[in-house]
Protein backbone atom coordinates (compact mmCIF):
# COMPACT_ATOMS: atom_id res chain seq x y z
CA UNK A 1 0.00 0.00 0.00
CA UNK A 2 1.38 3.79 -1.13
CA UNK A 3 2.46 6.11 1.88
CA UNK A 4 -0.31 7.59 2.70
CA UNK A 5 0.11 11.39 2.08
CA UNK A 6 0.59 13.84 4.81
CA UNK A 7 -2.63 16.01 5.21
CA UNK A 8 -2.27 19.43 3.43
CA UNK A 9 -1.36 22.30 5.93
CA UNK A 10 -4.30 24.94 6.54
CA UNK A 11 -1.69 27.68 6.35
CA UNK A 12 0.97 28.91 3.95
CA UNK A 13 3.20 31.39 5.52
CA UNK A 14 5.67 34.60 4.57
CA UNK A 15 9.14 35.10 6.11
CA UNK A 16 10.10 38.44 6.47
CA UNK A 17 13.99 37.70 6.44
CA UNK A 18 16.07 39.95 8.13
CA UNK A 19 15.09 39.85 12.00
CA UNK A 20 13.02 37.37 11.50
CA UNK A 21 15.09 34.52 10.06
CA UNK A 22 18.50 36.08 9.71
CA UNK A 23 21.00 38.51 11.43
CA UNK A 24 23.25 40.01 8.80
CA UNK A 25 24.79 35.94 7.88
CA UNK A 26 23.60 34.07 10.69
CA UNK A 27 20.35 32.09 10.89
CA UNK A 28 18.29 33.79 14.59
CA UNK A 29 17.82 30.15 16.58
CA UNK A 30 14.34 29.02 15.75
CA UNK A 31 14.70 29.94 12.22
CA UNK A 32 16.37 26.96 10.74
CA UNK A 33 13.50 24.76 12.75
CA UNK A 34 11.38 26.69 11.76
CA UNK A 35 11.49 26.41 8.47
CA UNK A 36 11.46 22.48 8.30
CA UNK A 37 8.50 22.63 10.45
CA UNK A 38 6.40 24.55 7.37
CA UNK A 39 8.41 22.42 5.20
CA UNK A 40 7.07 19.03 6.93
CA UNK A 41 3.52 20.52 7.26
CA UNK A 42 3.94 21.28 3.74
CA UNK A 43 2.94 24.61 3.86
CA UNK A 44 3.82 27.02 0.86
CA UNK A 45 6.04 29.37 2.04
CA UNK A 46 7.49 32.88 0.48
CA UNK A 47 10.35 34.76 1.27
CA UNK A 48 9.34 38.58 1.42
CA UNK A 49 12.01 40.77 2.13
CA UNK A 50 13.02 44.83 1.47
CA UNK A 51 16.69 43.46 1.11
CA UNK A 52 18.18 43.27 -2.24
CA UNK A 53 21.08 43.93 -4.29
CA UNK A 54 21.87 40.54 -5.55
CA UNK A 55 19.44 37.87 -7.63
CA UNK A 56 16.61 35.99 -6.70
CA UNK A 57 18.58 33.18 -7.12
CA UNK A 58 21.78 34.32 -5.32
CA UNK A 59 19.08 34.78 -2.57
CA UNK A 60 17.46 31.34 -2.44
CA UNK A 61 20.59 29.25 -2.42
CA UNK A 62 21.75 31.53 0.55
CA UNK A 63 18.36 30.94 2.18
CA UNK A 64 18.74 27.20 1.78
CA UNK A 65 22.65 26.77 2.93
CA UNK A 66 21.90 29.19 6.10
CA UNK A 67 18.73 27.49 6.87
CA UNK A 68 18.94 23.90 5.89
CA UNK A 69 15.53 23.19 3.90
CA UNK A 70 15.29 23.77 0.08
CA UNK A 71 14.43 27.47 -1.30
CA UNK A 72 13.45 27.70 -4.47
CA UNK A 73 14.08 31.23 -6.40
CA UNK A 74 10.41 31.92 -7.45
CA UNK A 75 9.86 31.72 -3.58
CA UNK A 76 12.15 34.73 -3.17
CA UNK A 77 10.40 38.29 -3.35
CA UNK A 78 13.02 40.94 -3.53
CA UNK A 79 12.92 45.11 -2.60
CA UNK A 80 13.31 45.42 -6.57
CA UNK A 81 11.68 42.03 -7.96
CA UNK A 82 8.66 44.33 -8.87
CA UNK A 83 10.97 46.49 -11.11
CA UNK A 84 11.84 43.13 -13.59
CA UNK A 85 8.38 43.96 -14.97
CA UNK A 86 9.52 48.11 -15.84
CA UNK A 87 12.79 46.85 -17.73
CA UNK A 88 10.94 46.64 -21.41
CA UNK A 89 9.71 50.37 -20.81
CA UNK A 90 13.38 51.75 -20.50
CA UNK A 91 14.63 49.33 -23.34
CA UNK A 92 17.99 50.53 -23.94
CA UNK A 93 18.30 53.80 -22.33
CA UNK A 94 20.75 54.30 -19.82
CA UNK A 95 19.49 54.28 -15.69
CA UNK A 96 21.40 55.27 -13.23
CA UNK A 97 20.99 51.93 -10.59
CA UNK A 98 21.80 52.61 -7.01
CA UNK A 99 22.48 50.30 -4.32
CA UNK A 100 25.65 48.06 -3.05
CA UNK A 101 26.51 44.54 -3.41
CA UNK A 102 25.43 43.38 -7.37
CA UNK A 103 22.70 45.54 -8.35
CA UNK A 104 24.39 46.55 -11.64
CA UNK A 105 24.28 42.91 -12.55
CA UNK A 106 20.64 42.02 -10.92
CA UNK A 107 19.56 45.60 -12.86
CA UNK A 108 21.24 44.11 -16.26
CA UNK A 109 19.82 40.75 -15.72
CA UNK A 110 16.34 42.07 -15.38
CA UNK A 111 16.90 44.06 -19.12
CA UNK A 112 17.98 47.74 -18.02
CA UNK A 113 20.91 49.41 -19.63
CA UNK A 114 22.11 49.99 -15.98
CA UNK A 115 24.85 52.01 -14.78
CA UNK A 116 26.49 52.85 -11.09
CA UNK A 117 26.95 55.89 -9.55
CA UNK A 118 30.57 54.83 -8.86
CA UNK A 119 30.97 53.97 -12.28
CA UNK A 120 29.76 57.37 -13.62
CA UNK A 121 32.22 58.71 -10.74
CA UNK A 122 35.32 56.48 -11.82
CA UNK A 123 34.66 58.43 -15.27
CA UNK A 124 34.60 61.85 -13.33
CA UNK A 125 37.38 61.98 -11.43
CA UNK A 126 36.38 65.38 -10.21
CA UNK A 127 32.91 64.54 -9.11
CA UNK A 128 32.98 63.33 -6.29
CA UNK A 129 35.22 65.26 -4.16
CA UNK A 130 33.56 63.96 -0.70
CA UNK A 131 33.74 59.72 -1.55
CA UNK A 132 36.02 58.05 0.71
CA UNK A 133 39.26 56.98 -1.39
CA UNK A 134 38.34 53.74 -2.94
CA UNK A 135 39.94 50.72 -2.58
CA UNK A 136 39.85 47.83 -5.13
CA UNK A 137 39.61 47.66 -8.71
CA UNK A 138 38.27 50.67 -10.18
CA UNK A 139 34.48 49.61 -11.81
CA UNK A 140 33.80 49.91 -15.34
CA UNK A 141 33.29 53.23 -17.40
CA UNK A 142 30.08 53.63 -18.31
CA UNK A 143 29.87 53.80 -22.07
CA UNK A 144 30.71 57.10 -23.85
CA UNK A 145 28.55 59.18 -24.25
CA UNK A 146 25.83 58.00 -21.16
CA UNK A 147 24.53 60.77 -19.06
CA UNK A 148 24.93 63.75 -22.00
CA UNK A 149 22.50 65.74 -23.30
CA UNK A 150 22.91 63.12 -26.30
CA UNK A 151 22.03 60.06 -24.60
CA UNK A 152 20.72 61.28 -20.97
CA UNK A 153 19.67 58.75 -17.97
CA UNK A 154 16.44 58.16 -18.35
CA UNK A 155 15.44 57.73 -14.91
CA UNK A 156 17.14 56.38 -11.63
CA UNK A 157 16.57 53.35 -9.53
CA UNK A 158 17.07 52.48 -5.69
CA UNK A 159 17.32 48.89 -6.04
CA UNK A 160 18.75 48.48 -2.89
CA UNK A 161 20.48 50.78 0.11
CA UNK A 162 23.78 52.93 -1.74
CA UNK A 163 26.88 51.53 -2.02
CA UNK A 164 28.32 54.81 -0.45
CA UNK A 165 26.12 57.32 0.77
CA UNK A 166 28.11 60.32 -0.76
CA UNK A 167 29.00 59.11 -4.12
CA UNK A 168 25.29 58.25 -4.54
CA UNK A 169 23.80 61.17 -3.44
CA UNK A 170 25.81 63.15 -5.38
CA UNK A 171 25.75 61.75 -8.51
CA UNK A 172 21.99 60.66 -7.99
CA UNK A 173 21.47 64.60 -7.38
CA UNK A 174 23.81 65.42 -10.83
CA UNK A 175 20.91 63.12 -12.82
CA UNK A 176 17.77 64.33 -11.09
CA UNK A 177 19.08 68.46 -11.59
CA UNK A 178 20.24 67.53 -14.90
CA UNK A 179 17.62 66.66 -16.13
CA UNK A 180 19.77 63.14 -16.96
CA UNK A 181 22.25 65.14 -18.31
CA UNK A 182 25.25 65.15 -15.55
CA UNK A 183 26.45 68.26 -16.91
CA UNK A 184 23.73 70.70 -17.02
CA UNK A 185 23.09 72.65 -14.33
CA UNK A 186 19.01 72.64 -14.18
CA UNK A 187 16.33 71.15 -16.33
CA UNK A 188 12.27 71.82 -16.75
CA UNK A 189 11.63 68.43 -14.49
CA UNK A 190 13.89 65.35 -13.19
CA UNK A 191 13.72 62.16 -14.77
CA UNK A 192 11.61 59.53 -12.88
CA UNK A 193 12.75 58.08 -9.71
CA UNK A 194 11.94 54.87 -8.54
CA UNK A 195 12.49 53.39 -4.85
CA UNK A 196 12.28 49.40 -3.44
CA UNK A 197 12.41 50.07 0.20
CA UNK A 198 10.17 52.24 2.36
CA UNK A 199 12.37 51.25 5.37
CA UNK A 200 13.73 53.82 7.39
CA UNK A 201 15.60 51.04 9.88
CA UNK A 202 16.04 47.09 9.95
CA UNK A 203 18.23 44.97 11.95
CA UNK A 204 21.02 42.94 11.21
CA UNK A 205 23.64 41.58 13.79
CA UNK A 206 24.42 44.97 15.56
CA UNK A 207 22.50 45.08 18.87
CA UNK A 208 20.41 48.56 17.32
CA UNK A 209 18.65 48.80 14.19
CA UNK A 210 20.67 50.26 11.26
CA UNK A 211 19.58 52.71 8.96
CA UNK A 212 17.77 51.74 5.20
CA UNK A 213 17.09 53.11 2.33
CA UNK A 214 14.71 56.01 3.35
CA UNK A 215 17.20 57.41 4.73
CA UNK A 216 19.00 57.87 1.73
CA UNK A 217 15.59 59.04 0.35
CA UNK A 218 15.30 61.23 3.46
CA UNK A 219 19.25 62.76 2.64
CA UNK A 220 18.23 63.14 -1.78
CA UNK A 221 14.58 64.45 -1.05
CA UNK A 222 16.23 67.07 1.37
CA UNK A 223 19.34 67.94 -1.01
CA UNK A 224 17.48 68.03 -4.05
CA UNK A 225 14.76 70.88 -2.74
CA UNK A 226 17.79 72.97 -1.68
CA UNK A 227 20.02 72.39 -5.07
CA UNK A 228 17.20 73.16 -7.66
CA UNK A 229 14.97 75.24 -5.50
CA UNK A 230 11.94 72.97 -5.61
CA UNK A 231 10.71 69.55 -4.21
CA UNK A 232 11.09 66.38 -6.31
CA UNK A 233 7.84 65.94 -8.15
CA UNK A 234 5.45 63.30 -6.54
CA UNK A 235 4.30 62.00 -9.86
CA UNK A 236 7.82 61.11 -10.97
CA UNK A 237 8.22 59.30 -7.75
CA UNK A 238 7.17 55.71 -7.48
CA UNK A 239 7.91 53.20 -4.42
CA UNK A 240 7.51 49.83 -4.08
CA UNK A 241 8.67 47.88 -1.26
CA UNK A 242 6.75 46.53 1.98
CA UNK A 243 4.11 47.84 2.93
CA UNK A 244 3.30 49.21 -0.62
CA UNK A 245 0.81 46.45 -2.25
CA UNK A 246 3.10 45.23 -5.19
CA UNK A 247 5.67 42.59 -3.20
CA UNK A 248 2.26 40.86 -1.71
CA UNK A 249 0.83 40.21 -4.96
CA UNK A 250 4.30 38.58 -6.07
CA UNK A 251 3.94 36.96 -2.42
CA UNK A 252 0.59 35.77 -3.08
CA UNK A 253 1.60 34.36 -6.78
CA UNK A 254 5.15 32.68 -5.00
CA UNK A 255 2.87 30.73 -2.79
CA UNK A 256 0.15 29.38 -5.35
CA UNK A 257 3.12 28.45 -7.46
CA UNK A 258 4.87 26.70 -4.24
CA UNK A 259 1.57 25.10 -3.53
CA UNK A 260 1.07 23.72 -7.02
CA UNK A 261 4.22 22.22 -7.04
CA UNK A 262 3.44 20.53 -3.65
CA UNK A 263 0.59 19.31 -4.52
CA UNK A 264 -1.63 20.64 -2.28
CA UNK A 265 -4.57 23.10 -2.50
CA UNK A 266 -3.49 26.96 -1.61
CA UNK A 267 -4.53 27.80 2.00
CA UNK A 268 -7.06 30.70 2.84
CA UNK A 269 -5.13 31.64 5.49
CA UNK A 270 -0.97 33.70 4.97
CA UNK A 271 0.60 33.86 8.12
CA UNK A 272 3.01 36.52 7.03
CA UNK A 273 6.04 36.94 9.47
CA UNK A 274 7.74 39.97 10.47
CA UNK A 275 9.79 42.19 12.73
CA UNK A 276 9.16 46.01 11.28
CA UNK A 277 5.25 46.88 12.08
CA UNK A 278 5.71 49.59 9.64
CA UNK A 279 6.77 47.02 6.52
CA UNK A 280 5.77 43.97 8.11
CA UNK A 281 2.89 43.84 9.66
CA UNK A 282 1.55 47.25 7.90
CA UNK A 283 2.01 45.73 4.63
CA UNK A 284 0.37 42.55 5.45
CA UNK A 285 -2.76 44.38 6.92
CA UNK A 286 -3.22 46.22 3.56
CA UNK A 287 -2.96 43.62 1.33
CA UNK A 288 -5.63 41.34 3.05
CA UNK A 289 -7.11 38.55 1.12
CA UNK A 290 -6.14 36.13 3.80
CA UNK A 291 -3.10 37.70 5.53
CA UNK A 292 -1.85 38.19 8.50
CA UNK A 293 0.45 39.71 10.21
CA UNK A 294 2.60 38.06 12.75
CA UNK A 295 4.89 40.31 14.97
CA UNK A 296 8.59 38.82 16.33
CA UNK A 297 10.25 40.42 18.92
CA UNK A 298 13.71 39.19 16.97
CA UNK A 299 14.16 42.58 15.17
CA UNK A 300 13.24 46.42 14.89
CA UNK A 301 10.32 46.17 16.94
CA UNK A 302 10.64 45.77 21.03
CA UNK A 303 6.97 45.21 21.57
CA UNK A 304 3.87 45.38 19.27
CA UNK A 305 2.66 48.51 17.68
CA UNK A 306 0.21 50.63 18.48
CA UNK A 307 -0.04 52.38 15.14
CA UNK A 308 -0.22 48.95 13.42
CA UNK A 309 -0.88 46.40 15.82
CA UNK A 310 -0.02 42.35 14.56
CA UNK A 311 -2.84 39.74 14.89
CA UNK A 312 -0.13 38.18 16.89
CA UNK A 313 2.92 38.96 18.86
CA UNK A 314 5.60 35.85 19.24
CA UNK A 315 9.49 36.16 20.65
CA UNK A 316 10.27 34.63 17.35
CA UNK A 317 9.84 32.98 14.06
CA UNK A 318 9.60 29.65 15.93
CA UNK A 319 6.75 30.27 18.37
CA UNK A 320 5.48 32.29 15.28
CA UNK A 321 5.15 29.09 12.70
CA UNK A 322 4.02 26.45 15.78
CA UNK A 323 0.89 28.99 16.47
CA UNK A 324 0.28 29.26 12.54
CA UNK A 325 0.19 25.02 11.97
CA UNK A 326 -1.67 24.75 15.28
CA UNK A 327 -4.09 26.83 13.49
CA UNK A 328 -3.52 29.92 16.03
O1 LIG B 1 17.94 46.29 3.62
C1 LIG B 1 17.14 45.27 4.17
C2 LIG B 1 16.21 45.83 5.18
O2 LIG B 1 15.65 47.03 4.74
C3 LIG B 1 15.10 44.96 5.70
O3 LIG B 1 15.04 43.71 5.19
O4 LIG B 1 14.27 41.34 5.27
O5 LIG B 1 13.68 42.88 7.17
O6 LIG B 1 12.59 43.19 4.93
P1 LIG B 1 13.82 42.72 5.66
MG1 LIG C 1 12.81 42.40 8.81
Not at 170 to 197: K, Y
Not at 214 to 227: G, H, K, N, P, S
Not at 268 to 281: F, L, Q
Request: glycine share 8%; charged share 15%.
Amino acid sequence: MAPRRASASAVAFVFDIDGVLLHSKSPLPTARAALAAATAAHAPVAFLTNGGGVTESAKARELEELLGSPVAENQVILAHTPFRSLAPSFAARPVLAVGRRETVAVASGYGFNAVSPASVAAAHPHATPLAPARSGAPPPLPPPGVGTSANPFAAIFCFADPACMSTDLQIAIDVLVGGGDLHARRSRTHPPLFFSNPDLLWANAHPTPRLGQAAFRAALEAVYERVAGRPLDADRVTTVGKPTRAPYDLARSALASHASRLGVPMPARIVAVGDNPYADVAGARAAGGGFEPVLVLTGVAERDSTVHPADRVCADVGEAVAWGLAGG
